[in-house]
Nanobody, 122 residues
Framework: QVQLVESGGGLVQAGGSLRLSCAAS????????MGWFRQAPGKEREFVAA????????VSVDSVKGRFTISRDNAKNTVYLQMDSLNNEDTALYYC???????????????WGQGTQVTVSS
C-alpha cells in the first residue's frame, strides 16, 4: 500500500503564502512522479505541478508559474508546494498524487492523498 498525506493548508489573506507538504509512506518507487492537483467546488480537478523523484524535473500550469514552486526531499519521502502571492482563484482542496511516469494527466496518477484545504480571503 502507498499512502499519501497532505498537510499545510489553511486560511490566508490574498497576497500571502502557504507551503503544502505531502508525505509518502509504504511501497514507493524512486522512478515515480509526484503531482499536485486542486479542485474547487463545482469545478473539475485541475493539475497544478509535478516533480520527478529522481532528477528533479518539474512542470506546472501557466496560472501558477512564478508563484508556486514544487520541490522534494527524497530522504524524507516528502514533496512540497510553496505557494506565494495567493489569490482568490487559488482557493481549492489540494491533493497530492503519485504516477509511474511523468505526466500532467490525472488518469496517470494511481495513488491519491485525502487533500488539504486552502482558502484565500480578501
Amino acid at each position: 500500500q502507498v499512502q499519501l498525506v497532505e498537510s499545510g493548508g489553511g486560511l490566508v489573506q490574498a497576497g500571502g503564502s502557504l507551503r503544502l507538504s505531502c508525505a509518502a509512506s509504504g511501497r514507493t518507487f524512486s522512478t515515480w512522479t509526484m503531482g499536485w492537483f486542486r479542485q474547487a467546488p463545482g469545478k473539475e480537478r485541475e493539475f497544478v505541478a509535478a516533480i520527478k523523484w529522481s532528477g528533479g524535473s518539474t512542470v506546472s500550469v501557466d496560472s501558477v508559474k512564478g508563484r508556486f514552486t514544487i520541490s522534494r526531499d527524497n530522504a524524507k519521502n516528502t514533496v512540497y508546494l510553496q505557494m506565494d502571492s495567493l489569490n482568490n482563484e487559488d482557493t481549492a482542496l489540494y491533493y497530492c498524487a503519485a504516477a509511474p511516469y511523468y505526466s500532467s494527466s490525472p488518469s496517470a496518477y494511481k495513488h491519491w492523498g485525502q487533500g488539504t484545504q486552502v482558502t484565500v480571503s480578501s
